[in-house]
């Protein structure tokens, strides 16, 4: 059973970027069924898809984040990464690591990270 | 963008069926997953390709998706349900992900 767990630094400063890191056991990143991803939710809110990478190194981000936001996965260490930079208050949320399948498809979520709580503040 | 609409929230007793809607645009013809999630905790997939539970999840929960709406049912419903409930479909036009707003379930 693939697992999930996110790490990185809980308090970011404003204009300064947001870095984190999820490490994967039970599963392979190279494996071509599955995508690797990130999902946020703002405190109170609801959830927002960020972007995902596939094993073929092929990403793809939220038209809303693009420009500003970068997945990068090393398969040597079985962990993929986030970026985002320039962040503001408003990228305060949780942020989830997630496995999927082939979003067209209908393989949705299936895997989730526990979620890690990262705050925008000088 | 496209957009997904889900109510606020949905009461129900326990033992009853709880019906949550999500509507767009042609939703019908995109693919819905559902997630619950509790408070505090990571959401979990209940169901995937508008109608297939993943495995471990109870046969209680099942969904459709017609026309401009998909929605979850949650057949004999148990204290254990209350959480929010969140869909998700695939934006092909776009390449995004959208998620409804999310609804809450209250069993009282």
């Known amino acids: 059973q693939v697992q999930l767990q996110e790490s990185g630094p809980g308090l970011v400063k404003p204009s300064e970027t947001l870095s984190l890191t999820c490490n994967v056991s039970?599963?392979?990143?190279?494996?071509?069924?599955?995508?690797w991803g990130w999902v946020r939710q703002a405190p109170g809110l609801g959830l927002e898809w960020i972007g995902s990478i596939y094993s073929s190194g092929t990403t793809y981000y939220t038209p809303s984040l693009k420009g500003r936001v970068t997945i990068s996965a090393d398969t040597s260490k079985k962990q993929f990464s986030l970026n985002v930079r320039s962040v503001t208050a408003s990228d305060t949320a949780v942020y989830y690591c997630?496995?999927?399948?082939?979003?067209?498809?209908?393989?949705?979520?299936?895997?989730w990270g526990q979620g890690t709580q990262v705050i925008v503040s000088s | 963008s496209y957009e997904l609409t889900q109510p606020l929230s949905v009461s129900v007793s326990p033992g009853q069926t709880a019906s949550i809607p999500c509507s767009g645009d042609?939703?019908?013809?995109?693919?819905v997953s559902w997630y619950q999630q509790k408070a505090g905790q990571s959401p979990v997939m209940v169901i995937y390709?508008?109608?297939e539970r993943p495995s471990g999840i109870p046969e209680r929960f099942s969904g459709s998706n017609s026309g401009n709406t998909a929605t979850l049912t949650i057949s004999g419903t148990q204290a254990v349900d209350e959480a929010e409930y969140y869909c998700q479909a695939w934006d092909s036009s776009n390449k995004d992900v959208v998620f409804g707003g999310g609804t809450k379930l209250t069993v009282l």
């Open positions: 039970g599963g392979s990143i190279s494996s071509p069924t599955y995508y």
């Open positions: 390709q508008d109608n």
């Open positions: 042609r939703l019908g013809n995109k693919y």
């Open positions: 997630v496995r999927h399948g082939a979003m067209a498809d209908g393989y949705g979520f299936r895997h």
